[in-house]
């Protein structure tokens, strides 16, 4: 399996950006998919994740409300709506896939994207 992430860049805050993973495997319908973070110099974060099943999602705090996590299992992609974007939102976003229970646990997703950087400027 491989994760493809893409759309980041710079942009404004208040602005909006869309994040798309593209997924390789067969099994992508039966994962559950997950986007994370990681500040310069900071630890890696939960972002969102959303089920296989029921469609059903977690958000942290810090973007509930904002960000939207939403998947087309037609096309193997699973996509980050982000608005109202704040400075402290800039970071390296990752998309990653994992089997079984939902969870913000990035132990627990199996595979992993390379990355895409998003810049919020003030």
């Known amino acids: 399996v491989q994760l493809q992430a893409s759309g980041g860049g710079l942009v404004q805050a208040g602005g909006s950006l869309r994040l798309s993973c593209a997924h390789s495997g067969r099994t992508f319908s039966q994962t559950y998919m997950g986007w994370f973070r990681r500040p310069t110099g900071k630890e890696r974060e939960f972002v969102t994740a959303?089920?296989?099943?029921?469609?059903?999602?977690l958000y942290a705090d810090s973007v509930k409300g904002r960000f939207t996590i939403s998947r087309d299992n037609a096309k193997n992609t699973v996509y980050l709506q982000m608005n109202s974007l704040k400075p402290e939102d800039t970071a390296v976003y990752y998309c990653?896939?994992?089997?079984?229970?939902?969870?913000?646990?990035?132990?627990?997703?199996?595979?992993w994207g390379q990355g895409t950087q998003v810049t919020v400027s003030s």
């Open positions: 959303i089920g296989w099943i029921t469609n059903s999602t």
């Open positions: 990653a896939a994992g089997r079984g229970r939902l969870t913000r646990d990035w132990r627990t997703y199996t595979y």
